[in-house]
């Protein structure tokens, strides 16, 4: 089996370096390029997060808050516009094997979360990739059918209708009532 590739935006936290002070994680320009070629976007400009981890035996409760700016096309006209992104971060750190095997496989089960259940992402030995957390915090937050400022006149000049204009027969007819009057 061969190993994976290192993330993006890597920063490797050892179980040992928990101290209670929260950790602050900034993106390089190159780790922000890569960023941006992995979410298919145009540009990361910035990326930092403030996270604060809480230690309980060998899991690893990590909450804080990631911001970016980054720049990315237009769902409808392909036109670039900058977007900025404030994205709340709960996630819990917890050793390979401790996830329920039937989430693993892939089998059909139902489950309820309740509003204090985190996400859970597993780590192999004394060290877990917060920096890769964010990346996926970051890559969650991208709205991939964000539409820039000239959404509305590229739609205009390809003859789409908005999804809220009336359509139809009756709003036809009724278009043409109006216009007689």
Do not use: W
Request: proline residues 6%; negative net charge; glycine residues 8%.
């Amino acid at each position: 089996m061969s190993q994976a590739a290192t993330p993006e935006f890597s920063r490797l936290v050892s179980l040992r370096q928990i101290t209670g002070k929260p950790v602050f994680l900034e993106a390089d320009e190159s780790e922000r390029a890569a960023l941006a070629r992995r979410f298919a976007i145009t540009e990361v400009c910035s990326l930092t997060a403030e996270i604060s981890l809480d230690r309980n035996g060998d899991r690893v409760a990590a909450e804080g808050r990631l911001e970016a700016h980054i720049v990315q096309p237009c769902a409808v006209s392909g036109e670039d516009f900058p977007v900025h992104i404030e994205e709340d971060i709960a996630l819990r750190f917890v050793p390979e094997g401790s996830i329920d095997p039937a989430l693993q496989e892939g089998e059909e089960i139902e489950i309820e979360l309740g509003a204090s259940d985190l996400d859970e992402i597993e780590y192999t030995g004394e060290t877990f990739d917060l920096g890769e957390a964010v990346a996926q915090g970051l890559a969650l937050a991208i709205d991939p059918y964000a539409e820039g400022p000239e959404a509305d006149a590229a739609r205009e000049k390809a003859g789409i209708k908005a999804d809220d204009a009336p359509s139809g027969p009756l709003a036809d007819a009724l278009g043409a009532a109006l216009k007689r009057n």
